[in-house]
Nanobody, 119 residues
Framework: QVQLVESGGGLVQSGGSLRLSCAASGSIFSINAMGWYCQAPGKQRELVAA???????NYADSVKGRFTISRDNAKNTVYLQMNSLKPEDTAVYYC?????????????WGQGTQVTVSS
């Protein structure tokens, strides 16, 4: 079993910054992609940013130039540095990891961390 534990959410004013962290633990042989998704009230969960084990990144257009995703493979941890935050960034942010298992790759999710940006 694999657990993802997120931290770093909170309340911040518009223009401020937050750094989210997500640590994976448990029966981990290897992790492929790790990423962050967000879900605002009444909306579907959507990709914010993702990073492969080799360091290739992908960002939603709405966060390009403001957010940076990174990871520490030795610690099985992924980070999301969020700068120039806007009220529309307010959402629950979920960590995701694609973990190798006996029969293939499995998706795991964290419990979510609330990010609230006030205007």
């Amino acid at each position: 079993q694999v657990q993802l534990v997120e931290s770093g959410g909170g309340l911040v004013q518009s223009g401020g910054s937050l750094r989210l962290s997500c640590a994976a633990s448990g029966s981990i042989f290897s992790i492929n992609a790790m990423g962050w998704y967000c879900q605002a009230p009444g909306k579907q969960r959507e990709l914010v940013a993702a990073i492969t084990s080799g360091g290739s990144t992908n960002y939603a257009d709405s966060v390009k130039g403001r957010f940076t995703i990174s990871r520490d493979n030795a610690k099985n941890t992924v980070y999301l540095q969020m700068n120039s935050l806007k009220p529309e960034d307010t959402a629950v942010y979920y960590c995701n990891a694609e973990v190798a298992g006996p029969l293939g790759w499995y998706d795991y999710w964290g419990q979510g961390t609330q990010v609230t940006v006030s205007s």
